[in-house]
């Protein structure tokens, strides 16, 4: 009996370290800021990188509580890759309490990848807090844009490959081949929204002006007054006017905002409200890049029939 | 641009119109009983039972979502009336201001794991009157006619017992039962309104039309009529400043409450100086 224990004790001392040592080594931790993120990095990274990401996909992106889960997910994070432009200040916040040295700003291990985007919306005047939640960057959303995920990715691979520098190579590879079927995918949405080419819209936040700009589409004018601020009734009155003399048909609404509201206006202004994934998981079915970008395109199509 | 404006308005100012006819008769009992925090209370309560709801998937408009923060509200409700003593305790109070305090902090929980829990929180919070559509207003007029009705019938224990209750122990009435009942029949009516107006005018349309009432009035008739009448002119006002000065509606018309009642005691101060009662002699 008792040697049986000795021997189980001696393989046990001999196997257990290799087993956690095993499956940790080989991956890379990243940690993304909103859900976008992290479904691109998983297309770059494969089965090298463990990725998480900080939000939710049905969160409002602008305002994350910070919890102690974040502080621990980030403490242990080889990579943080955020969107930048101001969009994911709060994560600061949770950066600092994690107090990881790989991560801090101007570390290797921080990924901004909104390097190389051409920013659309930048202020031309001064802003300040009396005009609500503006960003002084420039229109921040511009992740779930399918024509930016060439740059993004590129700065998902930079970031990865100072890390890894030994894995290059096999980034590259996975971007291209994840590049190939966004293509692919590229051209189905491209068809489906040609004959919307033109076509106005109204938008609850504007978070929506990149996809709309690539497809062709434009928006006229957004439910909130500014942005972060309760529709007053005054405001809402012009946009349904302008609604009806411009004639345009739909309303889009994030996942986090009050689709009661836009109902209701839609209502007035004989038009139809339609919910859109801000992000990656913001509703069911949008739980992938490709995925989310999918149902956005299907949910519009549908909805201006 | 006016007539945009009034297609837009009218049907939240019916609901305005709606809810001061009930509520205003529901504060001139919460005043009576001096329980004044018990409907931000059952109002909070409400809120967390929705949020609950909405946790689950269920959005503010299922009848899930009204089960859930119905269920929440007389389970409140069924606290409060177990917690009166035969002798007026301070510590109703501070159970109630608890309840209050715990709810809402559980609300903010119980929205950070929902979709847009944010969004939510404001809401139960300044409501959304904007979006309130004329069916809506039907349903909740039929409703709260209903429960009116209900007071009417039994106006006599209720009265009684708001404004007497050692007297009606004394006549043999089953006081925790009709407390139930009144605690009840006042959680069906908040659960509805929070979902529509929010906590902060539920609480206002509830105390500030009675307090007008039972400031200038003196029988229970004229405290409702002029409780009515307060609660009408305000719902004017606030809408009115609300689309004039380009300001949100819910959090306008809490303002415009406190802004008339100011007004309302300025001018009582002026015309009775010697009785500058705040405080209501049932």
Redesign the interface.
Known sequence: MRRAILILGAALAVIGPMLPAASAADKIHVVATIPDLKALTEEVGGNLAEVESLARG???AH?I?IRPSLMLKLRRADLLVENGLELDSWAEVAVQGANNPRIVRGAPGRVDVSHGVPVLDVPSTRVDRSMGDVHPLGNPHYSLDPGMAPIITQNIVDGLARFAPEHRATFEKNRQAFLARLDEAMARWTRALEPLKGARVVVYHPQWIYILTRFGLSQAATLE?RPG?????????KV??QMKEERIKVIIVE????L??A??VA??AGAKAVVLASMVGGVKGADSYIGAIDHNVNALVMAMK | ?LG??L???WAPFLMCLVLTGIHAYLGVHVLAREVVFVDIALAQIAALGATAAFLLGHE??TWESYAMGLSATLLGALVLALTRSRRRHVSQEAVIGVVYAVSAAAAVLVA?RA?????QV??ML?G?L????PPEVAKVAILYASIGLFHWLCRRPFFLISTNPDAAYRDGWRVRLWDFLFYGSFGVVVTSSVRIAGVLLVFSYLIVPALAGILLGRTVAQKLIIGWAFGTLVSVIG?AA???F??????TVVCAFGLMLIVLWVAFQAVRPASGRLTPLA
């Open positions: 049905t969160q409002n305002e509580e007054d601020i309760p529709a007053s009734p005054g405001h809402l009155t349904i006017r996942p986090w905002n009050d009661k509201l109902t209701r209502e007035e | 641009m945009d404006l297609a837009l308005l503010t408009d950070d979709p847009h829990g944010a969004e404001r809401t300044v959304n904007l979006a309130v559509r809408m609300s689309a004039v380009d300001l949100p509606t819910g959090a």
